[in-house]
C-alpha cells in the first residue's frame, strides 16, 4: 500500500496540534483515505522544547532543507508563519514538486498570487483552510460548498483577540487598554497586539476571502482597514441603548459593477447571529444568490482547531494523489483563465448609515450647529442622544444617521470638529443594519 509522506515545517502552537492529530488519529485518517500518512520530518530551530506530543526523535531536525529535499515527502506543511523563510520554503518545495499545506495568511495575502501561479505551473497543489477562521472550514465552503453560487456578501468575524477584547468590553464595561492586559496575560493577545486590535490580521483573511469568492487577484493594499484601540465603554453603553453592539467585521459586498471590502468596527443590531459570537469564536455570515444566508461558527484559532484544518488539506491532497485527480479544484476555486481584476471601491464610495459622537460644551445652540453642517452635506439624522449637565466638562451627543456618503461625512466632521464648542475629534463608528 502506497504511503503519503508528510514533512512539517514548524513545531509551534499549530505544528504541535497537527503533529498531534496526524498521530493519535492516523488509523481515522487512513480509513478515510485509503493509504496511510507517514510524518517523516519535523523541522523547527527548537527541537529542544517538549511540545507534549510524542513524536520519534528521529524525525526531529533544525534543517528545513532535509523536509524540503526528501524524494520521500509528497507534502511540505508550512507553519512557521511571516514572510521569510516562510515564502522561500514554499517556493523551493513547489520547485521539488512538493504540495503545499499552509495556515499563513500574512503570506498569501501579500504574495499568494505569486504561490498560486508558480505551484499551477509545476502542477502541484496549495492548501490553505487553515489560513483563514482556523477550525471552521470557511475556505472550502467556499470554493466547493457554494461554488453553484454567486456571492452577494458576507460579513466576517476573522479575529478571536478583537471579538474576545469587545466582548469584554461589553460584558463588564472594562476600558480597552485593560482587557487588552488580561487578554495578554491569558495568551489571547501576543505581546505585540497590533495586527490583531488594529484590524491587519483580519484584513489579511479578507483578502483571501475576496479572491476566492470573486475570481480576482488577492489584493491587500485595497482594503479599507481600521481596528478597535479606539472604541470606549462609553460608545459601547450608547450603542446598547440603541439596540446594537459593536464587532469588528471584515465586510465585502458585489453589486455587480465593483466590490466592496473593507475591515473596521462596525454597529450591528443586538438580536443578529453575528452580535452574539462572544469570546474568541470566529464567524462568517454569507449571503449567495441560491442559498441564501448561512453562517459558519467556531474556533478560530488554536493548536487543535488549526490543526483540524491543516490535516483536513492535508488529507485532500492524499486523496487527489491516489486517484489521479490533483489539480481537480483550483487553487482559487476558479479556473486561472477566469480569474479577472475587479474595481475595489474606495472606503469614501460608501453609502451607509452611522454613528456619531460629538464632545461638545453644553450651551444653547450646539446641537443646532452640528445639525445644520450635517444639513449642508446632505446628511440626515434619524435619532439623538444627549446626556444632561451632570456630567462634568464637555457633554457626548450621540447621533444616528439615515444613510449617507462617506466622503460627505467626512467633510462634515471635519468642520463640525473645527468649531469652538466642539472639545474633541468626533467618534464615527459604521453602521450595517440588517437582522
Do not use: C
Not at 495586527?195 to 482594503?223: C, Q, R, S
Amino acid at each position: 500500500m502506497k504511503k503519503i509522506g508528510v514533512g512539517l515545517l514548524g513545531f509551534g502552537t499549530v505544528g504541535s496540534g497537527t503533529a498531534k492529530i496526524l498521530l493519535e488519529n492516523r488509523k481515522l485518517i487512513e480509513s478515510r483515505i485509503g493509504a496511510p500518512l507517514e510524518l517523516k520530518w519535523i523541522a523547527d530551530l527548537d527541537i529542544e522544547t517538549d511540545r507534549g506530543v510524542s513524536v520519534d526523535e528521529q524525525i526531529l531536525t533544525t534543517d528545513a532543507r532535509k523536509v524540503i529535499n526528501d524524494p520521500d515527502v509528497d507534502i511540505v506543511v508550512e507553519l512557521i508563519g511571516g514572510y521569510d523563510p516562510a515564502k522561500s520554503f514554499i517556493l523551493q518545495a513547489i520547485e521539488n514538486g512538493k504540495h503545499v499545506i499552509t495556515a499563513n495568511k500574512a503570506l498569501l495575502a501579500a504574495h499568494g498570487d505569486e504561490l498560486f501561479s508558480t505551484a499551477s505551473q509545476r502542477g502541484v497543489e496549495i492548501g490553505f483552510e487553515a489560513s483563514v477562521g482556523g477550525g471552521i472550514p470557511l475556505i472550502r465552503s467556499v470554493k466547493e460548498g457554494l461554488v453553484a453560487n454567486h456571492i452577494e456578501s458576507f460579513f466576517g468575524i476573522l479575529n478571536g483577540t478583537a471579538n474576545y477584547i469587545l466582548t469584554k468590553m461589553t460584558d463588564e464595561g472594562t476600558p480597552f487598554s485593560q482587557v487588552l492586559k488580561e487578554a495578554q496575560a491569558m495568551g489571547y493577545a501576543e505581546a505585540d497586539p497590533t495586527f490583531d486590535v488594529e484590524g491587519i490580521d483580519t484584513a489579511h483573511k479578507l483578502a483571501i476571502l475576496v479572491a476566492i469568492a470573486y475570481g480576482m487577484p488577492i489584493d491587500l493594499n485595497a482594503i479599507y482597514t481600521e481596528g478597535i484601540s479606539k472604541i470606549t465603554p462609553l460608545d459601547i453603553n450608547f450603542v446598547k441603548e440603541f439596540g446594537y453592539r459593536i464587532k469588528l467585521l471584515a465586510i465585502s459586498k458585489d453589486d455587480g459593477e465593483a466590490i466592496e471590502a473593507r475591515v473596521h468596527p462596525t454597529i450591528i443590531p443586538e438580536g443578529s447571529m453575528l452580535a452574539n459570537v462572544s469570546e474568541a469564536y470566529n464567524a462568517l455570515y454569507i449571503k449567495g444568490d441560491a442559498v441564501g444566508n448561512i453562517m459558519l461558527y467556531g474556533q478560530g484559532a488554536g493548536m487543535m482547531p488549526t490543526g483540524s484544518a491543516v490535516v483536513s488539506d492535508i488529507v485532500d491532497v492524499a486523496r487527489n494523489l491516489l486517484s489521479g485527480a490533483v489539480g481537480r479544484v483550483p487553487l482559487t476555486g476558479y479556473q486561472s483563465g477566469s480569474v479577472r481584476k475587479k474595481r475595489v471601491k474606495s472606503i469614501n464610495e460608501l453609502d451607509t448609515k452611522y454613528y456619531f459622537r460629538f464632545s461638545a460644551e453644553d450651551r444653547p445652540g450646539v446641537l443646532s450647529k452640528i445639525s445644520g453642517l450635517l444639513g449642508k452635506h446632505k446628511i440626515s439624522i434619524k435619532s439623538v442622544h444627549q446626556k444632561g449637565r451632570d456630567v462634568a466638562g464637555p457633554v457626548p451627543i450621540v447621533m444616528i444617521t439615515h444613510e449617507a456618503k462617506e466622503a460627505a461625512v467626512k467633510s462634515a466632521l471635519s468642520e463640525i470638529d473645527e468649531l469652538d464648542v466642539v472639545k474633541d475629534k468626533t467618534m464615527l463608528i459604521r453602521i450595517e443594519d440588517w437582522k
